[in-house]
């Protein structure tokens, strides 16, 4: 089953990687390393399933205003 995301931090570590620490609901924390082009890529993956996540509810909301019209 699936944690639920509580909270989360990114800070640089001095080497030029990024401590990346994960808090789930029950208080658990995973910590991982990342690079810069890792930390982009997530952003990056992020970005993309808001964005269609955004086409869907605005075409959704298109199609309420279409039918509305008619």
């Given at each position: 089953?699936?944690?639920?995301?509580s909270?989360?931090?990114?800070?640089a570590?001095g080497?030029?990687?990024?401590?990346l620490?994960?808090?789930?609901?029950?208080?658990?924390?995973?910590?991982?390393?990342?690079t810069?082009?890792?930390?982009?890529?997530?952003?990056?993956?992020?970005?993309?399933?808001?964005?269609d996540d955004e086409?869907?509810?605005?075409?959704?909301?298109?199609?309420?205003?279409?039918e509305?019209e008619?």
């Amino acid at each position: 089953m699936a944690r639920t995301l509580s909270s989360f931090s990114i800070a640089a570590d001095g080497s030029g990687d990024y401590l990346l620490s994960i808090e789930d609901e029950d208080g658990e924390t995973i910590e991982l390393s990342a690079t810069y082009e890792q930390l982009d890529m997530l952003g990056e993956a992020i970005e993309e399933a808001l964005d269609d996540d955004e086409d869907d509810a605005l075409g959704a909301d298109e199609d309420e205003d279409e039918e509305s019209e008619v």
